[in-house]
């Protein structure tokens, strides 16, 4: 019996490949988007702890120029947060679009392996068919030809 070999075999191992690729893109943004969260709450404690300290120094009689540079720390920990922020959205969106780019890959993919399941299975009917065509022939001979 003769076996399938698909023409186009190689373009389904690209697109398997693709797909493959796709995914592991896909990981690294989501890795790189729970660094961004994890940095954006550490700034956040980090905030809050500098403004616990604040409220401490108010109450015990620390010198102003102290105060002050709380202050300015608390306010560049409030733009670091702002500026993490910005960073987790275009993560986010990075994201996104990997999330719809592996999307796209995996329906080509399926498409392409489709297109090989049809293949396989033109291929299985045209072997089932001409065996049978050499079963019938066979049995035609076996009943013209004269038995001794």
Known sequence: MAFFKYTFQKIVDLKSSEKTQAEW????????????????????????SWESK?????????????VLIINQ???????SIKL???????AER????????LA??????????????????KFKYET???????LDEMASIRFMSPTS
């Open 84 to 90: 993490k922020k910005q960073d987790i959205m275009n």
């Open 104 to 121: 796209s890959k995996m329906k080509e993919e399926k498409v392409w392996d489709k297109a090989k399941e049809h293949a396989f299975d």
């Open 128 to 134: 089932q068919l001409k065996e049978q065509n050499e």
């Open 54 to 66: 604040l409220e401490q120094s108010v109450l015990v009689a620390i010198p102003l120029s102290e």
């Open 73 to 79: 720390y608390i306010e560049y920990c409030a733009e």
């Open 25 to 48: 893109i896909l990981s690294d943004a989501l890795a790189e988007l729970r660094a961004q969260q994890a940095l954006l709450e550490q700034y956040l404690q980090e905030q809050k």
């Open 94 to 101: 990075k994201v996104f679009q990997k999330r719809q780019e």
